[in-house]
């Protein structure tokens, strides 16, 4: 199993900066396919950004150049350094692990936290 708990948000004006944190235990040896999403009032969940075992992300068109993931693989962390955020990023940010592995077993899971809260207001 794995537990996965997020961290970091708050209230921040228009331009502010935020840094999101996920923690991931349980028992495993290694995470695959990490994530952050978000989702605001009355709108989809949405991909923000993801990264992979080796260290690829992906970061949405619309956050490029402000937010940044990132992964401290021996802490089984994953950050989300958000700068610049805009009045419509106000939403609940949750992290999600997709594979965890057991032995040399990758295990699908798809794991999500309960979220941390980002207000962006001026």
């Known amino acids: 199993q794995v537990r996965v708990v997020e961290s970091g948000g708050g209230s921040v004006q228009p331009g502010g900066s935020l840094k999101l944190s996920c923690a991931a235990s349980?028992?495993?040896?290694?995470?695959?396919?990490l994530g952050w999403y978000r989702q605001a009032p009355g709108k989809q969940r949405e991909a923000v950004a993801t990264?992979?075992?080796?260290?690829?992300?992906w970061h949405a068109e619309s956050v490029k150049g402000r937010f940044a993931i990132s992964a401290d693989k021996r802490r089984n962390m994953v950050f989300l350094e958000m700068n610049n955020l805009q009045l419509g990023e106000a939403a609940v940010y949750y992290c999600?692990?997709?594979?965890?592995?057991?032995?040399?077993?990758?295990?699908?899971?798809?794991?999500w936290g309960p979220g941390t809260q980002v207000t962006v207001s001026a």
């Open positions: 999600n692990v997709g594979y965890i592995r057991t032995g040399t077993t990758w295990r699908h899971r798809d794991a």
């Open positions: 349980g028992s495993f040896s290694s995470l695959l396919a």
């Open positions: 990264i992979s075992e080796d260290g690829d992300y």
